[in-house]
């Protein structure tokens, strides 16, 4: 029997391993991978494959046909010697339609009385897939007998072994949600004239917080999003609405809906300290409800058997350097970090994902909920290069995974140490401060109690742990104060209030394999315990 191979050592490469713990491939192929071992198994070049009948081989890359052509020049017939992904999993994205008649077999054994709880969320591609594998199974058993229902991306999982592996019934999104969102169906039957005059005076400020290429195609494409969540909510009638992120137009789309029909609803997200997952009411970073509702934390009392845990949490986090997400060491950045010059004072800058998150600086809603000081990471880029010329200070700029700089003349690109892939732990450790927008980074930053250097809006805003600028002319003042008094006793103090706070209302444990155990347990469900008057960003 032919040994199992996977062709593709990325994303999708890894998600076909993180989900299919049963299947073991002998190694994987991939032909422009840095990497030579990924999730404990061996990457190699096609050129050292010498015997290519030895191997089944699945393609796990969205565009097989390359390599489709490559397998066949080697003599190999599609089924019998290799297939895509797609097919050997059993995964095809199904169609609207389709994924309705799903929702409608469901509604007939869902019992009326006990109504489910609507999860969306990306469960392909998060972060840490074992614990939030773990984290999921957990939450939906302690749900029992009421049901969760599950609508996600499922991309490289078949329903039926995604429902068997967390006892839940699972809706796969349509193929209108992958990432080429303008080939969806032309078929208007879900939205013709379905909506009304303030629906549609809705989505049309909606559109206004995104960036677009074509808004006609973009203000479309978010009526689909409304009406095809619309009407699974008047299908489901849900008891409880959970959406991980809330950046996206469906997470706005989704919240909007659920106040519309009086559904609580709340946002989950990688929690702000490693090893946990947070839930909200309203939002995430600046749109969540203390980022918004500063004086909502002043009800919750700690204690200083409390403190004296986050201070031993804050020591585990360093000494095991936990994060969400893995890094690696590249010759590349290795590199980039000997230009560091020992002898000045060093300033790291932490990108946002902007690009990704399609926000438009130039609507309010950045204004209020992102910054009121810059409209993008690069705009911060830039006054901090000549910041840091003028005060002779180095100046480290790591980019949100997947951005790239742009525009910046080469001349200025040389006064910067570009870091692609290096951890995070490692460039706080060799930083004076930090400065950022917004970033799960800036939790960490004050965990090592480096100063932190805020110009967005965000949960950490008036708290008191951070140097906060109002305005651009502000800036580089700022800067040089925070390193020259470094992370105050006070600003400590503050934020380990905080983050107790946080682990008493907000944090859950996330079910990774820590030493130590901290936030929430999934006995306690969000929402269950504390009413939240959440005054609805979506009405404004």
């Known amino acids: 029997m032919k040994k199992i191979v996977y062709w593709g050592a990325g994303k999708i490469g890894i998600w076909c391993l993180e989900q299919h713990t049963d299947i073991s491939p002998l190694f994987l192929i991939d032909s422009f991978s840095e990497q030579k071992m990924i999730c404990g198994k061996e990457v190699k070049h096609p050129d050292e494959i010498k015997d290519w009948t030895a191997y089944y081989i699945v393609i796990t890359k969205k565009k097989y046909q390359e390599i489709e052509a490559v397998l066949k020049s080697k003599g190999l017939q599609k089924n019998s010697d290799y297939s895509w992904y797609q097919d050997f999993f059993s995964c095809h994205r199904p169609s ?44 939906i058993r302690k749900r029992k007998p009421r049901q969760v229902v599950v609508f996600t991306q499922l991309e490289v999982i078949s329903p039926k072994k995604f429902a068997q592996k967390f006892d839940c019934h699972v809706i796969d999104m349509p193929a209108i949600f992958g990432r080429d969102k303008l080939e969806y169906e032309v078929d208007d039957f879900l939205y013709t004239g379905s909506l009304s005059t303030e629906e549609g005076e809705w989505l049309e400020q909606l559109e206004k917080r995104k960036v677009s290429t074509n808004k006609a195609e973009s203000l479309r494409f978010c009526k689909l999003l409304y009406c095809y969540y619309k009407t699974i909510i008047k299908e489901l009638h849900p008891y409880k609405i959970l959406i991980w992120g809330n950046w996206t137009r469906e997470s706005y789309i989704l919240g909007h809906l659920a106040d519309l029909y009086g559904i609580s609803r709340g946002y989950m997200e990688h929690g702000w300290i490693p090893g946990t997952t947070q839930f909200d009411p309203r939002g995430i970073a600046g749109q969540g409800i203390y980022a918004v509702k500063p004086d909502i934390l002043d009800e919750i009392i700690v204690t200083e058997k409390e403190i004296i845990e986050i201070q031993k949490i804050k020591q585990y986090v360093i000494e095991k350097q936990l994060d969400t997400r893995v890094f690696h060491k590249t010759e590349a950045d290795r590199e980039e970090l000997k230009k560091l010059d020992s002898r000045k004072k060093t300033i790291f800058l932490i990108g946002m994902d902007e690009i990704g998150m399609g926000m438009n600086p130039q609507d309010s809603y950045w204004d209020r909920y992102i910054s009121g000081v810059y409209g993008s990471v690069q705009e911060v880029l830039i006054d901090l290069i000549k910041i840091c010329a003028v005060n002779d200070l180095n100046l480290i700029f790591k980019p949100h995974p997947g951005n790239k700089i742009q525009n910046i003349p080469e001349a200025d690109l040389n006064k910067v140490i570009y870091i692609k892939d290096a951890s995070v732990d490692e460039l706080i450790q060799i930083s004076d401060a930090m400065v950022s927008i917004t970033s799960a980074v800036d939790y960490k930053v004050l965990i090592y109690e480096k100063p932190l250097v805020q110009v967005g809006n965000t949960g950490l805003k008036g708290k008191g742990c951070a140097y906060e600028v109002m305005n651009k002319g502000d800036l580089e003042n700022t800067v040089l104060e925070a390193l020259e008094i470094g992370m105050t006793k006070e600003q400590v103090r503050k934020y380990d209030q905080f983050l107790a706070k946080l682990l008493k209302r907000y944090l859950w444990d996330d079910m990774s394999e820590k030493e130590i155990t901290y936030g929430l347990t999934l006995d306690t469900d969000f929402g269950e315990e504390e009413t939240y008057e959440c005054n609805s960003i979506y009405t404004d």
């Open 96 to 139: 609207i339609e389709e994924n309705l008649d799903l929702l409608r077999t469901y509604d007939k054994h869902c019992s009326a009385e006990l109504r489910p709880i609507m999860m969306i969320v990306p469960t392909a591609c998060m972060r840490n897939q074992k614990s939030f594998s773990a984290f999921l199974r957990d939450y």
